[in-house]
């Protein structure tokens, strides 16, 4: 059993119910002994969905599942099992899929169609639909809305902690909620970082506007995350409206002026999440944000602040609390994105380390051992180029790592 | 001290003089005590030299210097350095580069723009070229031909082992020699991963057919291994040939058919040195082959060998000794190239683990748990779509590699 992150939030959100969505948890002992692994949901008729899925080329059969039904945007139920991804299992596994859905839809009295599934766990082990089969009435018969620290706990690996956000936004006088929960911890990396995670509101939001404002809002947030640069091959993303606040006019319009407010609300949750889940980066002791300026785009910001947090030698550095801003050199380098190397400048919180392409004359060493030393650390690099910029976070590379890693599957 | 890697050679591979060659080392008292630091090589009249230099945007000083002589094609002698990088040194680190090659110049009896420069060690430490002073007029006066082994001794940072290696070609009747050394242990990955390697050819050939085979011959050696997939600042890989085997004509044009021989001991040379580097990765234990086949082109079968290489989910399962192939599907599929998943095949050793996409049925576990004791893992993938191969070479990702570079500058 591993123990709490040290950079895990002090305790579970205080999340309170979203009209329109109830929940339960179950034990099927998919993989794990002794604790809830299965999650289902159901949603309130009339529901929307929107998702943004893996772009890796070996995809799990959940995310293949989910891909093929959120062009519909209709959804009135959610199934997530941790233990097993049902990932590259074949036949088998699209069976698995198939049969799962039917076996929801049986226990909720909707259709197949309607069900979204998410799996995570080991790849490659078939997973049996038929271990739902004893659980899902069971589920189906005693639903709740407000049990969200054991949603959230029954989707965990590797995680340490269960992972959930809340915002509530004004619209037409209405507070409508968004709630979100979410795993992950290893295997996390853009293109999707998530793992998993799911947002939930009871607003009233057209399907194409809710997928576009998700979409958008995941480049910043997931998609601006990594732990080991690994992408995971179930990584999904799913938010589900169920328009069931009372009084609210449905936002479909991307110009509609109440847009606004529900995206900021949707930007603020989904990045709760994405730090949650790098807080719980397999081994992490460091919390680090990076953030590149004067870079030739946003895009290319991207592209060199992700080169920095993936470097094995900075995430060592970090672990060993060693302000070694020469191995940030290295990883600005090798991104191969324009840079400007006799104009670059690095900071390591307030402490400029590096100055037009050379150690600072006035930087201070025991200021940045001092900052190395604190459990959050904020990176800033001027590659001295442009005007655009971009940040992302990450954790630090620690033995617990690669321990974690190194039998996670035994 | 780091304890010597278990992957390492035997011994030192046995290195007779290169006609037209001569060198010596010493202690400089750049960063290390007790230890020789400073390797100084000369050339016979008419040596000729190519080079291939790392691609990162904040190269150092001494690469700029390397790469603005290259083309001229001539080389009398090569300096090299441990303990500082003199990367990211600006202005200071340009003049440094200066002096030094005229330092060398003085001491030789040559052109600076005749000497080659290369530092490996720190990055963002300012080098003082002064601090050669006092040795290189000594060395000048002892220079040999044989002492190989203490010549590679003299570049070693974190490296637990020096590396050489050696073959004779018949050119004309007349047996030519190539010899080669190494240094390179973390900041290993392509685009060159070298650090630093120099080979060393009594053989007659002209710059500019030099630096194609030399190009070429790079591509499957010191581009197809990878340690922690950070490229330095400082990558050089530098080829003389002093022309000095007598009898021997020049090779001059690529059709020459005893270039054929030629290229073919040049290819192994690197190969044997690029293994070398891969087998002293800091913390290695096992020494990984990674074959990917089948793929869209060879470039594309790269890509993905050098996704698999990359993944530390992948490094910390063979660390584990864990047959962990699932962590390979993720890897493959993170690659982002053209690959089938209900087609791909996955092999340990002569062991099929997965198998059109699914877990093979006839897959043995026990097996394929020995192959993973192995400290040489051979892993090779097919992922169905095309005849493309590309094969690389990585170690393990261990606790040893965090603890190394935990506290490597400090």
Redesign the interface.
């Known amino acids: 059993m591993l123990s709490r992150s040290p950079l895990a939030p002090a305790r579970f959100a205080d999340l309170a119910p979203a009209a329109g969505v109830r929940f339960g948890t179950a034990a099927a002992g998919i993989k794990y002994a002794d604790r809830e692994d299965v999650l289902l949901m159901q949603f309130a008729p009339r529901t929307t969905v929107a998702g943004v899925f893996?772009?890796?080329?070996?995809?799990a059969a959940p995310v293949d599942w989910c891909r093929n039904l959120i062009e519909r945007g209709q959804a009135r139920a959610l199934l997530v099992n941790a233990g097993n991804?049902n990932?590259?299992?074949?036949?088998?596994?699209r069976k698995a899929v198939r049969m799962s859905a039917r076996m929801v839809a049986d226990a909720l009295g909707c259709r197949p169609s309607e069900v979204f599934l998410a799996s995570t766990g080991?790849?490659?082990?078939?997973l049996e639909a038929q271990q739902f089969e004893g659980c899902l009435g069971d589920i189906a018969g005693r639903l709740v809305d407000d049990r969200w620290e054991a949603a959230a706990a029954a989707m965990m690996t590797t995680d340490t902690y269960p992972k959930g956000a809340t915002r509530t936004v004004d619209l037409d006088g209405v507070p409508v909620r968004l709630n979100g929960i979410a795993k992950g911890s290893?295997?996390i990396?853009p293109?999707m970082a998530t793992m998993l995670a799911f947002v939930f509101t009871d607003a009233p939001v057209a399907a194409p506007l809710l997928q576009r404002l998700l979409k958008k809002s995941t480049r910043t947030s997931f998609n601006a995350i990594t732990v080991?640069?690994?992408?995971?091959?179930s990584d999904t993303l799913l938010a589900f409206a169920t328009g069931q606040a009372p009084g609210v006019a449905p936002l479909i319009e991307p110009r509609d002026r109440r847009v606004r407010a529900f995206a900021a609300a949707l930007d603020s949750l989904l990045l709760d999440l994405a730090h949650q889940v790098v807080r719980d980066g397999e081994g992490a002791r460091k919390f680090v944000e990076i953030e590149v300026t004067g870079a030739a785009s946003a895009r290319s910001a991207r592209t060199i602040a992700m080169s920095v947090a993936?470097?094995?030698?900075v995430k060592?550095?970090v672990?060993?609390e060693?302000a070694?801003?020469?191995?940030i050199?290295?990883?600005?380098?090798?991104?191969?994105?324009?840079?400007d190397?006799?104009r670059?400048a690095i900071w390591f919180g307030d402490v400029r380390m590096?100055h037009?392409?050379?150690?600072d004359p006035g930087y201070d060493e025991d200021a940045a051992a001092a900052i190395m030393r604190r459990p959050e650390i904020a990176v800033r690099i001027d590659v001295g180029v442009g005007k655009g910029r971009f940040t992302v976070w990450t954790c630090d590379?620690?033995?617990d790592?690669?321990?974690i890693?190194?039998?996670?599957?035994?």
Chains 1, 2 share one sequence.
């Open positions: 893996t772009r890796s080329r070996c995809a991804a990932a590259f299992t074949g036949v088998h596994g080991v790849i490659g082990e078939p290893g295997m990396a293109d080991d640069g690994d992408t995971s091959t993936n470097s094995p030698l060592t550095a672990a060993g060693d070694n801003w020469g191995r050199v290295m990883a600005v380098g090798k991104a191969g994105e324009p840079a190397r006799d670059l590096a037009k392409g050379e150690r590379l620690t033995k790592y690669v321990a890693n190194g039998d996670y599957r035994s």
